[in-house]
Structures are given as structure tokens and as C-alpha cells.
Nanobody, 120 residues
Framework: QVQLVESGGGLVQPGGSLRLSCAAS????????MGWYRQVPGKQRELVAT???????NYAESVKGRFTVSRDNPKNLVSLQIDSLKPEDTAVYYC??????????????WGQGTQVTVSS
């Protein structure tokens, strides 16, 4: 079975930094993309940043220039470097991966979520 394990969330002051990490494991044939989403109570989960195996990135406009997504393909790891944090960045951050486990078997997988709180 495929699972994603996250780490790195916490309480940070405005202007501070965090680095979130996510590791994918299990019966993985191929990973096409990995990335991060976030969600606050009462709102829909939204894309933060994604990265394909080929290196193509996609960022939410609100995080461009402050967040950086990176991936270690051989280790099936994806990280999110978060700089210049703002209170509006407060959310639960979820790791996501587009994974194939075999022929005709491709779907999204999610981590458990990690809380990021930005406050003075």
C-alpha cells in the first residue's frame, strides 16, 4: 500500500520560515508529480505548489517568491521551503502525490496533514 508521511509543521512568527517534508513509500511503480495543498476551516482545500518528475512547477499566486517546492526523485521525497510567512498562511498543509502502482493503476494519494500556524 502507498502512504505519505509528513513532517515539519509548527508555530512560527510572521516573517519566519519552515520546511515541510513528505516521503512516499509502498508499492510504487512511478510517481508523476508530488506537491502541497492547504486548507483552513470552512474553506476548500487549495493548491500551494506542485512539481512533476520532469521538473515543471506550479505555484499559487499568493505564495510565489516565498515558497519553494523541491523533490528528491530517487528517495520519493518532496519538500516545501516556506519563507516570509504571513498570518494568512495559517492552514493545515497536505502532501499530495500522483502515483502509479502498476499498469492502469494511477491515482492521487494524500498525507495526514500538518498544521502551520503563523502568529505573533
Amino acid at each position: 500500500q502507498v502512504q505519505l508521511v509528513e513532517s515539519g509543521g509548527g508555530l512560527v512568527q510572521p516573517g519566519g520560515s519552515l520546511r515541510l517534508s513528505c516521503a512516499a513509500s509502498g508499492s510504487i511503480f512511478s510517481i508523476y508529480a508530488m506537491g502541497w495543498y492547504r486548507q483552513v476551516p470552512g474553506k476548500q482545500r487549495e493548491l500551494v505548489a506542485t512539481l512533476t518528475t520532469g521538473g515543471r512547477t506550479n505555484y499559487a499566486e499568493s505564495v510565489k517568491g516565498r515558497f519553494t517546492v523541491s523533490r528528491d526523485n530517487p528517495k520519493n521525497l518532496v519538500s516545501l521551503q516556506i519563507d516570509s510567512l504571513k498570518p494568512e498562511d495559517t492552514a493545515v498543509y497536505y502532501c499530495n502525490a500522483d502515483i502509479s502502482t502498476g499498469w492502469g493503476k494511477r491515482s492521487d494519494y494524500w498525507g495526514q496533514g500538518t498544521q502551520v500556524t503563523v502568529s505573533s
